[in-house]
């Protein structure tokens, strides 16, 4: 480090006990975030011909927060415990602009993915042409538009520096009060990547729950009261909540505290305030693969058969877990449905019952097929025209559309 380092000194100005407390919390973040991200981007290879188009946003957020983590746990974890910033001022600098670039790539993907899920939900006439080069397109398009922000600093418009609790660098959010571009960046910045991607989120799946809430209610005037809710809405309602909670949480303290002390007295925010939602804010880096791995049944299905196949390696043995024979189970059941249905009624193929998900009296099939529970059939309202699909169907091809 050199004379570098000598020249820029940063001692923590929180207690040592907060300090050792928040670098354990970083380790055990750092470590559930890279397992949680990795596992994420292994399940999205491993399926990665039939990814589709929206998709393609899960696998751009696991990127993005397993850079944040891989570029400042390392730094951020060894300055906590020892109390003060053990790097030079240019770590310090890319520090910082590693947190930028890759915190706001997150916030916008998730603000895209949030549009996409209106799109194809709300518009369906429009989200069903939703294809592989618009995601691509889109992708590009969060990584600039967080390099705009993550460079400005660089070029003049806005300052990087240390962060008032000493052990971390990012946006110096003191410089507004003396520095006019430095004021337009910090306004720029808190409008177009906190209050806009907010109100994206929250209006995208608001009114994502009130079609499903409308569709809902169509489905009911011609169903017996025992079925009125379908897993698929109950799946829509847990990740809808789950996302915007999560937004929520991990950036709006950050977005608090750094405008209190932009145009506030920066010397009246406790450094400790902002240690902590530093701590929030890193927390999406753990909670994004978290709400996707618990709430995408695709990914926890290709999850699962590879989590069987490893094990069947292992064990050296070629006969099926219960774990790999659910998962396979389940996929048969798949494609037994999508054969049953076309033009959204029940076609009846030899003894095919439109009320069983696979028929089970087919010959030679009975031996290599488990019990299997009768399905329910629902009519969605699809625009204007109502279709009856079974309840299995309707699950896995919403839940494929949402996300």
Known sequence: MGNAS???????????????LMGTIYVIMGVLSILGNGILLFVAYRKKSSLKPAEFFVVNLAISDLGMTISLFPLAIPSAFTHMWLFNKTICTGYAFCGVLFGLCSLTNLTVLSSVCWLKVCCPNYGNKFSYCHA????????????VFAVGPLSGW???????????????WEAPGRSFAAMSYIICLFFFCYIVPSTVIFLSYTFILMTVRGSRQAVQQHMPPQNKISNAQTLIIKLSVAVCIGF???????AIVAMWAAFGDALEVPAIAFAWAAIFAKSSTLYNPIVYLVFKPNFRRSLCRDVALCRSTLCGCQHSSPSKGTCSQFNHKEECN????????????????RHC??????????????????????????????CEVA????SIDMQSDFL
């Not at 691509?136 to 390099?147: E, I, K, N, R, T």
């Not at 009975?366 to 109502?386: A, C, D, M, V, W």
Request: charged residues 15%; glycine residues 10%.
């Open 6 to 20: 000598e020249t820029f000194l940063l001692i923590s100005k929180i207690s040592k006990d907060s300090d050792i």
């Open 136 to 147: 691509s397109m889109l992708v590009a398009g969060v990584w600039c538009y967080a390099g």
């Open 391 to 394: 309840e299995s169907q309707l």
């Open 158 to 172: 806005g300052e990087y520096g240390p962060e008032p609790y000493g052990t971390a660098c990012c946006i110096n």
């Open 248 to 254: 929520l949480t991990a950036w709006s303290p950050y």
């Open 357 to 386: 998900a696979c028929p089970e009296a087919v010959t030679g099939a009975r031996e290599n097929l488990t019990e299997y529970i009768p399905q329910q059939t629902f009519r969605i309202l699809k625009g204007s025209i109502h």
């Open 338 to 353: 999508s054969t049953q249905f076309s033009n959204g009624l029940p076609e009846n193929h030899g003894t095919t019952c």
